[in-house]
């Protein structure tokens, strides 16, 4: 995979996620989206709502989403901020509120915002998982490996997470069999094909097979 692949898929996975931002309603379905530009959701904290939070509360946090996934992040920010003044102990509203810092570079705002979402549960896989790529567009490359770890130990089935474990090994730490490993969960973890991810699968199979031939040979 080269990073021209990589930089161009980023973009579409950041409209894939804020889609599913709008859909998500449990914590083991997430749709495919692509890591480095924000493509994380948090279906953990629209499960958490469903449950305990009123419906007129609901209704602002829903009107959030679906203004991030419209490109309005303005109206969406204030109305995580306004939800979080009733409601400030569910984590996927700092989550989300991550995403649009990140979405805008304020790096040092969208980390504050995750700190506030692990205080209140250190497991959030989708804050984890935003953790991650909030470190590799840092460059810290071995802590964004911890992270997107700790997501798919605390979620198992967490998608975006093996994903994203697969471009970090893929791309930057040339762990190509940890990359495979991770690519190979991702699709069977996702309900729709994902034709670019199968083709990454097919390359780094031949340059795992490429490299273990030269190591034969200078052995």
């Given at each position: 995979m080269s990073l021209r692949q990589f930089t161009s898929s980023g973009w579409k996975s950041c409209l894939v996620g804020l889609a599913m931002l709008?859909?998500?309603?449990?914590?083991?379905?997430?749709?495919?989206?692509?890591?480095?530009?924000?493509?994380?959701?948090?279906?953990?904290?629209?499960?958490?709502?469903?449950?305990?939070?009123?419906?007129?509360?609901?209704?602002?946090?829903?009107?959030?989403?679906?203004?991030?996934?419209?490109?309005?992040n303005i109206d969406a920010e204030l109305r995580?901020?306004?939800?979080?003044?009733?409601?400030?102990?569910?984590p996927g509203a700092y989550v989300n509120l991550a995403i649009i810092f990140s979405g805008r570079d304020d790096l040092q705002a969208a980390e504050n915002s995750l700190t506030d979402a692990l205080i209140?549960?250190?497991?959030?896989?989708?804050?984890?998982?935003?953790?991650?790529?909030?470190?590799?567009?840092?460059?810290k490359f071995q802590e964004a490996e911890a992270a997107y770890l700790k997501a798919v130990t605390a979620s198992?089935?967490?998608?975006?997470?093996?994903?994203?474990?697969?471009v970090l090994n893929d791309l930057y730490l040339r762990q190509l069999e940890d990359a495979l490993l991770h690519y190979e969960r991702y699709l069977e973890l996702v309900d729709e094909e994902?034709?670019?991810?199968?083709r990454w699968i097919v390359d780094l199979k031949r340059r795992i097979t490429a490299t273990q031939r030269t190591a034969n040979v200078t052995e």
């Open positions: 709008v859909m998500a309603g449990c914590a083991s379905g997430p749709k495919p989206a692509a890591e480095g530009q924000d493509g994380s959701v948090d279906a953990d904290g629209q499960a958490e709502m469903v449950r305990d939070v009123p419906p007129e509360a609901l209704t602002l946090y829903e009107q959030a989403v679906a203004s991030m996934a419209s490109g309005d995580l901020q306004e939800f979080l003044l009733q409601y400030p102990d569910y209140i549960d250190p497991e959030h896989a989708a804050a984890l998982n935003q953790l991650g790529m909030l470190l590799r567009r840092q460059g198992p089935d967490y998608a975006l997470a093996h994903y994203n474990l697969g994902d034709k670019q991810v199968t």
